[in-house]
């Protein structure tokens, strides 16, 4: 159970990590605050549940949608069901030019998810991955 806590925490921590590059940040910029994205919302106030259901409804009518991909994985991880938040992280990754993540990141985070199945050549290939 202790093991499942801080799995979770890792993850959570990193796909928060990278918040500001999508935000639109840059170095001659001012700061951008993006729109309030509402499953955002949802995952912050741990209503995973609801994410679930409601990234589900939108993937129906938005198949290829990278970012509904990884923010569904966000909770499914939370709700400690790490083969479907696998599936969808790489379904992510296939999607990656519409994913809030960057590519690097995802693969971090689909090491990390192959690793907690015990799936280390698969982990050590995207720890590759996301080093490139």
């Known amino acids: 159970m202790a093991r499942m806590r801080v799995f979770r925490s890792v993850l959570t921590g ?15 910029s001012v700061f951008v605050v993006p729109e309030p994205n509402f499953i955002d ?3 912050a106030d741990e209503a995973y549940e609801d994410v679930i259901r409601m990234t589900s409804e939108e993937l129906t009518r938005h198949p290829k949608d990278g970012r509904l ?4 994985a966000v909770a499914y991880i939370q709700q400690e069901e790490v083969d479907k938040a696998l599936a969808d992280i790489s379904k992510a990754i296939r999607y990656y030019p519409s994913a809030d993540k960057p590519l ?10 192959y690793e907690y199945n015990g799936q280390i050549k698969k982990a050590e290939k995207d720890y590759r991955r ?3």
């Open 104 to 113: 690097a990141e995802l693969y971090r985070i689909r090491g990390i998810l």
């Open 14 to 28: 990193l796909f928060c990590a990278f918040a500001l590059s999508a935000a639109g940040k840059s170095a001659d």
């Open 41 to 43: 919302y949802l995952i």
């Open 130 to 132: 996301a080093q490139q």
């Open 69 to 72: 991909y990884s923010q569904r």
